[in-house]
């Protein structure tokens, strides 16, 4: 049986296309969505998509992953760096978790080098664009099935 993972999106994450393409690049949410679908065909894993601008509605999806996958795909947006209700959560949730980034948040302003999730997660993938969630589902999948 193959792993299922959700891959949560944050805040402001159904924008990109519109966003700064020299930090997110030009594809959509759903082009991004479909790039990840076929990252995880290759890798034979399962994904499920989420994404909310509303932090208690990624919060509720947090604490229901548990029920719905093994492992957890997670770019919180600018929640990242000051959401501890989202930390909260994530540790609830007790799933193998990959916090992405789509753009390089070290070398950014200093506030963005703030990740209050990256110490719950088995690894952080920042700077490398639609690819890092290749980098994420391979990562999970390895701890998934070794
Ligand atoms: C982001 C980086 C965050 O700092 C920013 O607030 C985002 C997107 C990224 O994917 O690079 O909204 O998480």
Redesign the pocket.
């Known amino acids: 049986m193959s792993s299922r993972i959700a891959v949560l999106h944050g805040?402001?994450?159904d924008q990109l296309g519109r966003r700064d393409a020299s930090?997110?690049g030009t594809l959509t949410l759903d082009q991004l969505e479909r790039t990840i679908t076929g990252f995880a065909d290759e890798l034979g894993l399962r994904v499920q998509f989420f994404q909310s601008n509303f932090e208690g509605a990624f919060v509720e999806q947090l604490h229901r992953a548990g029920e719905m996958a093994d492992g957890l795909v997670l770019?919180p947006?600018?929640w990242?760096?000051y959401s501890w209700a989202i930390r909260d959560a994530l540790e609830i949730a007790r799933l193998p978790s990959v916090e992405v980034?789509?753009?390089d948040?070290h070398q950014r302003e200093e506030w963005?080098r703030v990740s209050v999730i990256r110490d719950l997660c088995i690894e952080t993938v920042?700077g490398r664009g639609p690819d890092g969630y290749r980098d994420a589902l391979a990562r999970l999948q390895k701890e998934l099935n070794g």
């Open positions: 805040v402001n994450l930090h997110y770019n947006g600018a990242t760096h980034h789509l753009s948040v963005r920042a």
